[in-house]
């Protein structure tokens, strides 16, 4: 039955055989907009953003939606309406951020790349801090400040060394990732940021992985930065904050992630235990507070049996939902409307020349063409990751607040993928 594939989505539920949305049917938002397009619910994100607002209540905290995993302007607006910052790591985020309306002061910089352009871009409208990876980023960013007459605030992201253990391509805290400052480098590499003129030490950081399932991970996580902290602060460096990343998973296949009050609850107990209760803290979660708020829903084109394989090709690809085909992710793939009829076994695939383009391996579908699917927990790393291969365009997406539905972006046309390119003459 299909209820089970839906725990951990609040507000998505099946209401008389038809998959609703806060309420609404699906199948009418398809009719209305087409497909594929994503669906988001408001009340969903909100929810996911309570959970770490209860674990961090009564503490001095700042909670920085780490927009990579969902940068549509409408999404931003609704975190920032709700009092997040935001992690950025790019100028193209940082635009987009202030578009939606961020105080430019709740903005953190992440990200091993920062150019030179992009620091000086952040300084001029005064973000809250640059989370820095490398010694010779320290310098630069040092030197880009001072020439525009500014300190930079910084932050150092450490890597603890720790294994989130998460598929290897969102796993960013062990030694051999190309991510932070090592543990052992940190103090030495505060020393440098600490003599260096343009720039303010504010913070420590870590960011251990994406997706990330287990309690034990954090816990040890927060043991080693704190030792750090402790370090640092004795060798004459304060650090006013501690931002711990984000990283915290969702259920996409049955998998049971600590809750973020939960988890924070224990955190803290080690925080309190450790003396730093007091201290300001960050965290930079994504997934984790958009994932589960969004579907793709996609409308099947045509079944196509096979000797080997029978295969349900739909009208979303991987350039619309590229997880299955970067890391093998699993997304639960649900009819809008229960089918009657006994289920066969399909490869779910999209319309892109590879092989490559699955969405779902081995589902048990009852479905004609024509019939419209909802591909789940696809509100984080979706949309985000789009792209226009194959010339495709990039799919409409709607917000849903209540009983409003808002078009928070178009469908991508021909004309808006050429544009900016030139003929020849
Ligand atoms: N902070 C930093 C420095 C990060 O690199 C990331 C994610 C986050 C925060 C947010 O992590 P989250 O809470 O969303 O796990 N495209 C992959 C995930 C890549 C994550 C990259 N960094 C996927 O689709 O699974």
């Known amino acids: 039955m299909i209820p089970s594939l839906l725990p951990g989505r609040p507000h998505f539920d099946l209401v008389g055989g038809e998959l609703c949305v806060e309420g609404l049917p699906l199948a009418t938002l398809a009719r209305e907009y087409g497909t594929p397009l994503f669906v988001y619910s408001k009340a969903a994100m909100l929810e996911a953003l309570a959970a770490y607002q209860r674990g961090f209540a009564g503490r001095k905290a700042r909670i920085c939606y780490a927009m990579k995993a969902n940068s549509s ?27 939606a309306g961020a105080a430019p002061g709740d903005i953190i910089f992440s990200g091993v790349g920062k150019t030179r352009a992009e620091m000086q871009r952040a300084l001029r409208v005064g973000i809250g801090c640059f989370n820095v990876e490398s010694e010779a980023e320290l310098e630069v960013l040092s030197a880009v400040a001072t020439a525009e007459g500014k300190t930079a605030p910084v932050s150092l992201r450490v890597n603890p060394n720790v294994d989130p253990k998460t598929h290897p391509y969102i ?10 400052v090592a543990h052992e ?53 304060p650090l006013p904050h501690i931002d711990f990343g984000g990283g915290l998973g969702i259920n996409y296949n049955g998998d049971e992630p600590p809750k973020a009050d939960a988890l924070w609850g224990e955190l803290f107990a080690k925080i309190d235990a450790r003396g730093f209760g007091d201290r300001q ?22 079944l196509k049996p096979g000797e080997q394989k029978n295969f349900c090709i739909v009208d979303a690809a991987m350039n619309d939902l590229p997880r299955p085909a970067m890391y093998q992710a699993f997304h639960a793939i649900v009819p809008v409307r229960e089918g009657s009829g006994e289920a066969i076994r399909y490869d779910v695939v999209g319309p892109v020349c590879e092989s490559g383009d699955w969405i779902g391996h081995d589902r048990m579908l009852c479905v004609q063409s024509g019939d419209l699917l909802a591909v789940m927990s696809a509100g984080a790393y979706c949309m985000s990751m789009a792209s226009n291969y194959n010339s495709r365009g990039r799919a409409a997406e709607v917000l849903v607040d209540g009983g409003q539905v808002r078009l928070i972006r178009e469908r991508e046309s021909a004309a808006d993928q050429m544009r900016g ?3 020849l003459p």
């Open 185 to 237: 480098r940190a103090l030495q590499t505060y020393r440098r940021a600490a003599a260096l003129p343009g720039l303010r030490v504010v913070g420590i950081d870590c960011h251990i992985g994406s997706q990330i399932t287990a309690e034990e991970p954090y816990l040890d996580a927060m043991d080693r930065v704190l030792d750090l902290v402790e370090a640092v602060e004795a060798a004459g460096i």
């Open 171 to 180: 796993s960013t805290g062990l030694k051999g990732n190309k991510f932070g």
């Open 281 to 302: 803290f960050m965290i930079e979660p994504g997934r984790s507070l958009v994932g589960n708020a969004g579907v793709c829903l996609t409308e099947v084109l045509y």
């Open 73 to 99: 302007l409408g999404v931003l607006q609704v975190f920032a309406r709700a009092g997040c910052g935001f992690d950025i790591v790019s100028e193209g985020e940082l635009e987009r951020a202030l578009a």
């Open 421 to 423: 390119e030139r003929l």
